[in-house]
């Protein structure tokens, strides 16, 4: 239940509006409301209605009717996603998926080639007592592509079937702490999936000048954008000012933060127009 403060001022003034997906996160979550112990900073987010007190939320900024969440000094206030931050998660998780679906498809790939290993005695087997008699038949089963790239396949030796496995299980797991540290939204996460992915980069680009279809085109545009994004909205390496300009901007985004600022320029203005107080 959300109210609006009756003074005049706008109360969204200072922080960046709210959008959809603020609103969004706080239909799904709640609001994050917090008074914090500074009487000050406490005042500017906080009012009295005819239904009793309002808290400010810093997600969406509207004010919302009962006790505030969580209590204690500004400068312990958690740190909530919005705006860029939070759209920037979006993004992260969104490719956090795409990382568990690779993983996904690369386990499945590794089963595939282990059961094939493990059954290729019994194929070879069927494969040496019906292809004469399809032969005999007049059936051209020897010119049918898929029976070509089978005998192909049987031809491949056991220890190379296991280091095929061995190295898709690798990649798999590569894409699943991707996935993971992509979701937790951790600096680590960034790294690693950045270093990960370009990594593979000049793999993806050989398996183009093979021939180029959907699938890898896809995964390669994917990929390359992915690097991109996060080199530069997430400023790793110290580009763009690095961690420090990073830390800078989300803390900027902070409606504790543009209250607190505010604050602190209300008081500036203050002490100009009354320098003996
Ligand atoms: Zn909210």
Redesign the pocket.
């Known amino acids: 239940m959300t109210t609006t403060l009756p003074s005049g001022s706008d109360p969204r003034q200072g922080a960046a509006p709210?959008s959809r997906w603020?609103?969004r996160a706080?239909g799904r979550k709640g609001?994050?409301t917090y008074a914090p112990d500074e009487p000050d900073l406490a005042e500017r987010l906080s009012g009295r209605t005819g239904s009793g007190e309002v808290w400010r939320?810093l997600?969406?900024?509207?004010f919302?009717l009962g006790p505030a969440k969580a209590s204690g000094p500004a400068e312990e206030a958690p740190l909530v996603l919005r705006g860029k931050a939070l759209r920037s998660a979006i993004v992260l998780r969104v490719l956090a998926v795409e990382r568990v679906l690779r993983a996904l498809l690369l386990a499945l790939a590794v089963y595939g080639v282990l059961r094939f290993r493990a059954s290729r005695a019994s194929i070879q087997e069927a494969l040496a007592r019906d292809l004469p008699a399809f032969r005999a038949s007049g059936i051209r089963v020897d010119q049918l592509a898929l029976v070509r790239d089978l005998q192909h396949a049987l031809a491949t030796q056991p220890s190379r079937l296991t280091l095929i496995a061995v190295l898709l299980a690798g990649y798999a797991a590569i894409e699943a702490v991707e996935a993971l540290g992509l979701w937790l939204l951790s600096r680590w996460g960034e790294y690693f999936a950045v270093v990960a992915t370009a990594i593979f980069l000049p793999l993806e680009v050989r398996e183009l000048t093979k021939g180029v279809t959907v699938t890898r085109a896809g995964a390669f545009v994917i990929n390359v954008l992915a690097v991109l994004y996060l080199l530069f909205a997430k400023r790793l390496f110290g580009l763009r000012g690095g961690r420090a300009a990073y830390d800078a901007e989300r803390r900027g985004e902070q409606l504790l933060e543009v209250e607190r600022s505010a604050l602190g320029s209300a008081m500036d203005a203050d002490r100009k127009h009354h320098p003996h107080g």
Request: hydrophobic share 35%; glycine share 8%.
């Open positions: 709210a603020e609103l706080c609001h994050a939320c997600r969406c900024g509207d919302v």
